[in-house]
């Protein structure tokens, strides 16, 4: 059997931050201005500095200005909020990120909905998640919109094609689903609550894995020669050491699918790449400039 073509994240990602470098080292010559990002990150979550690092990297990789603010883990929301307000305030400030997710104390959903709307570049804010629901443009969360890119670098044209996302979080599955329909996807969003999962899946064309569960989707969950985005990061034990996993059964869905990103090196990468996107559409928000999205 044919082995499916491998959807190389890394690669696509670094066409794309390569891209981005280019425009913002022109933006410097010929306005003398540079897109910054603040990044927030309260506490000292271990996976989230790490996120926080790899983003601040990348930023600088690409000529922009990270701003990375780090509060104790015993912040006050009020504190928190402050911050925001000054950050919406300042113009070396085009984008603003706060890192999830917030120790107990914060209310995650008052502190994200105090972020400008045109700041917004993780588009979790109410504004963005509308104006995406109508099509209109928007911030889009980072994940979901790298996914699609990957998509449309591999089919093209998406119009009339079955697409099934599994998990419907605010962050991956729902703004997937929305920017499918944009696509004109016929879209079904499965989650926990789906009946006869498997049987869903195989009627996809495109098939969006992003439950978190370690190599559920199994190979005869997958319609021969579809296109499957896995963007599940687990991390399992086996054979003594740790490492990382999707939510498909990558080694048998290769002999099924037409293409599969891996993991890692599919869709995280994009997702960086993408903020770097956003940060920059931002900047040109605030220069009154269109933004393509
Ligand atoms: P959430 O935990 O917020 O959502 C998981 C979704 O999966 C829920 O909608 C849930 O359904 C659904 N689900 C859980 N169990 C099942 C099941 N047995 N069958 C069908 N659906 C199920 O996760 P996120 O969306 O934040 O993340 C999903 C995965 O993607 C994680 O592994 C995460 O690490 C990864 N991720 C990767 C990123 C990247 O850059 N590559 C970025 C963000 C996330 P219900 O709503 O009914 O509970």
């Known amino acids: 059997a044919r082995e499916a073509r491998l959807i190389d994240g890394r690669q696509a990602a670094s066409r794309l931050r390569a891209a981005i470098a280019a425009e913002v080292a022109q933006l410097g010559r010929d306005h003398g201005a540079v ?3 603040a990044v ?3 506490g000292a979550d271990p996976a989230s500095e790490v996120y926080v690092r790899a983003k601040g990297r990348a930023m600088r990789e690409a000529g922009m200005e ?9 912040t006050a929301q009020e504190t928190l909020l402050a911050l925001i307000d000054r950050l919406n305030a300042d113009d070396r400030v085009h984008g603003i990120l706060v890192q999830l997710p917030l120790p107990a104390q914060i209310d995650t959903q008052a502190v994200i909905q105090a972020i400008s709307p045109d700041k917004d570049v993780d588009g979790f804010h109410v504004l963005n998640v509308g104006r995406l629901a109508l ?12 996914c699609l890119m990957l998509l449309r670098q591999v089919l093209g044209d998406l119009t009339g094609k079955e697409a099934v996302v599994i998990g419907r979080s605010d962050i991956v599955g729902k703004p997937m689903a929305q920017l499918l329909l944009g696509q004109n996807c016929t879209v079904t969003l499965a989650h ?17 894995a992003a439950v978190g569960r370690p190599e559920m989707v199994r190979a005869d969950w997958i319609k021969p020669g579809a296109t499957v985005i896995d963007v599940g ?3 399992i034990e086996r054979d003594g050491t740790s490492r990382l996993t999707g939510d498909v059964d990558f080694a048998a869905a290769r002999g099924i699918a037409g293409a599969i990103t891996p993991v890692p090196g599919g869709v995280g990468p994009m ?3 993408c903020l770097l996107q956003n940060t920059l559409d931002a900047f040109r928000i605030s220069r009154r400039r269109a933004a393509p999205c």
């Open 35 to 37: 897109p910054g990002l």
């Open 40 to 42: 927030v990150l309260v």
């Open 66 to 74: 990270s701003h990375e603010h780090r509060l104790p883990a015993d």
């Open 135 to 146: 099509g209109q443009q928007a911030f889009v969360p980072c994940t979901p919109r790298g």
């Open 192 to 208: 926990s609550r789906t009946r006869d999962l498997p049987a869903v899946c195989r009627r996809a064309d495109i098939l969006v």
């Open 233 to 235: 990061i687990n991390r």
């Open 271 to 273: 997702t960086i790449a």
